[in-house]
């Protein structure tokens, strides 16, 4: 039976040759250049071999350390291409070639670690809105969305993504703006009343004005905010770069020093291939790698080295409410049964009539049913009024679920007085109430809400024992549902009523004050804030497209105690690193004053260096 991966393995090969050419070409270079070495008189073609293999091999290394020096950035890289440089002009290319060799490995091995597929923003634009259905003369067409024109009338049917921003102008509108807002209840909309684009119609057909072109409404301002935001983001110094600014300068006066006390100029090469910074090369590529697959083991995808060094220095904790610290999605909060029936009677007429409803908190409240019951009733005579209710019969009985101004709106005294009873019992903020009637008689209530993830208390907690300066909440939602979740969540900081530019806005501010800030979110209207932040991280399982392109991190479950695990776990990757790097560091300054003195010449600090490497991969797989 021939296994999959064997097929595959040709193929990955081949691509691993294609996209690093450089570290397979040294390889056989040098391979090649000791075979022709050992054989006798070959020596000097070994040697040609081994030469061109350094010229062609290491040119390209040469000219990215150039041009990264002429857009200031200073690197580990410059001790290798001083390294590559001088074993060139001294025609000494065995140490060059093994330099050349372990730079674009380390590279290699990096930049292989990352090459994960991402989502790219030009796809998440097929998502955004692309028709609408503009009425003129009596006649409807479709149009493209970029066609539409302000002041056009457009006509939303059922299931429609809002084209554009406008006012309704005829009908009531439902309209589910979970994927702006976050929040997971939907909103019902009278005439006058603001729709945005991007919000889906679940209720029924109705009219609207276009106050909006598609370029200025608000789906594709949040798409732009995600560019601004990641072309905004500076770029981070990585842990080796801190400390190659040092090592380089006190490397190149070591072998400058050797020189004057040998007179002997390979001692300058000697210096520079002992102190090509392999710890620096190795040391956080294979620790950073080793923390990601740990991660990955977690659920946690972690797209660059820079984030995984970030979060483990994270100062402040950024949460979304609905979605990351709530399930952001309606869940039956309590059942509510008047006095002369029991909660799960009142549970399985409900659930029955709802068997037929296309409304999102009818599947939350079928969902129930079916876990409690084995087998729900098909109701009979089913109607449904979008936006406000439904009825039917169940059995002999006939049902009606619906909002408090079905009830209110009908001549019925006795529901009118029970609703203000349970009005003032329930503290309905942030919550939706779905009335049930029975035979034209109050049968009780059903609440639905957003509810607190289970964990979110003891990962603050644990955040804070991390080190974490402060826990923030932002929010679209009102300010006294926010109050509400953030005391149950234990986070004192909040800010909301923001909208997604406000998001982002808040989160610049914080990084004017803090170094790093970690921003976690799921929606659509998170996006900015996450391309904003320090380190972005989407709660990926529920979460939008758009999130998880615009994040650093994507948890792949939707579970937020993963935040601090990925901080946990880039904590020790850096500790790691760390280790390796100092250790590394350590032995390579006592090989360059070895080398500096003339005991260790080119070729055996080569050979050194290699045995180096080994030790320092060994100590940063520790990380895994």
């Not at 390979?266 to 923390?291: D, Q, R």
């Not at 019992?425 to 034209?440: E, W």
């Not at 300054?589 to 490497?613: C, H, R």
Request: net charge neutral; aromatic share 6%; glycine share 8%.
């Amino acid at each position: 039976m021939i296994n999959n991966n064997d097929i595959h393995k040709p193929a990955k090969i081949t691509t691993f040759v294609k996209n690093y050419p450089i570290p397979i070409f040294a390889i056989i270079g040098l391979l090649v250049g000791g075979i022709f070495h050992e054989i006798p008189n070959q020596q000097e073609l070994g040697k040609w071999i081994w030469f061109i293999t350094l010229v062609i091999g290491g040119a390209p290394i040469i000219w990215q350390t150039v041009r990264d020096m002429l857009h200031l950035h200073f690197a580990s890289d410059i001790v290798a291409l001083l390294a590559i440089v001088a074993a060139i002009l001294m025609n000494n290319a065995f140490p060059g070639l093994v330099i050349v060799l372990m730079q674009s490995g380390g590279k290699a091995l990096e930049d292989h670690a990352f090459k994960k597929a991402s989502f790219s923003l030009d796809t998440l634009l097929a998502h955004s809105p692309r028709f609408a259905h503009r009425k003129k003369d009596q006649d409807l067409e479709e149009i493209n969305v970029s066609d539409v024109r302000i002041g056009d009338l457009l006509l939303v049917r059922p299931g429609d993504l809002i084209p554009v921003d406008g006012k309704i102008i005829h009908g009531q509108a439902e309209i589910d703006e979970s994927s702006l807002t976050g929040e997971p209840l939907p909103k019902i909309k009278k005439i006058g009343e603001q729709v945005f684009s991007g919000t889906i119609n679940i209720g029924n057909a109705f009219e609207m004005n276009a106050d909006k072109i598609s370029g200025e409404s608000q789906y594709a301002k949040i798409i732009q905010l995600v560019r601004n935001a990641q072309q905004e983001k500076a770029p981070i110094q990585r842990l080796a770069d801190r400390y190659a600014v040092l090592f380089t300068p006190v490397t190149i006066c070591i072998s400058l020093l050797g020189w004057l006390l040998t007179n002997n100029v390979e001692t300058v090469l000697a210096v520079l291939v002992v102190a090509t910074p392999c710890p620096l090369i190795f040391a956080t590529p294979v620790a950073i790698i080793s923390g990601i697959n740990k991660a990955a083991k977690s659920n946690i995808i972690i797209k660059t080295g820079a984030a995984i060094e970030q979060v483990g220095k994270v100062q402040v904790v950024v949460f979304d409410k609905t979605g990351t610290i709530t399930f952001g999605v309606p869940i039956i909060g309590k059942i509510i049964p008047a006095s002369n029936m029991s909660s799960d009677d009142l549970l399985y007429k409900a659930a029955s009539l709802e068997q037929l409803s296309s409304h999102p908190a009818a599947s939350v409240l079928v969902k129930k049913g079916q876990e409690v019951f084995e087998k729900l009733t098909i109701p009979t005579d089913f109607h449904e009024l979008p936006g406000a209710g439904v009825s039917g019969h169940v059995k002999d009985e006939y049902i009606q679920i619906g909002s408090q101004s079905v009830f209110e709106n009908s001549t019925n005294i006795e529901f009118t007085q029970y609703i203000q009873e349970v009005k003032k019992q329930i503290n309905s903020d942030g919550k939706m109430l779905a009335f049930v009637g029975i035979n034209s008689k109050p049968a009780g209530v059903i609440i639905f809400e957003d509810k607190i993830r289970p964990n979110v208390n003891s990962t603050v907690k644990q955040l804070k024992e991390l080190g974490v300066k402060q826990i923030i909440m932002l929010t679209g939602d009102s300010l006294d549902n926010a109050k509400n979740i953030a005391k149950q969540a234990g986070i004192t900081n909040l800010e909301a009523n923001l909208l997604p530019e406000q998001k982002v806005l808040a989160v610049k501010k914080l990084r004017q004050q803090f170094e790093n800030v970690v921003m976690t979110g799921d929606g659509i209207n998170d996006a900015p804030a996450l391309a904003a932040s320090t380190v972005g991280i989407a709660m990926g399982a529920h979460g939008t497209a758009i999130s998880a392109e615009a994040a650093d991190i994507v948890l792949l479950v939707d579970d937020i105690s993963k935040v601090s695990t990925v901080i946990e776990i880039s904590q020790k990757t850096l500790r790691v690193a760390k280790q390796s790097i100092f250790i590394g560091l350590g032995v390579s300054f006592v090989f360059m004053a070895m080398a500096s003195l003339g005991y260790i010449p080119p070729a055996i600090g080569a050979l050194l260096q290699e045995a180096l490497d080994v030790g320092v991969i060994l100590n940063a797989i520790r990380a895994r």
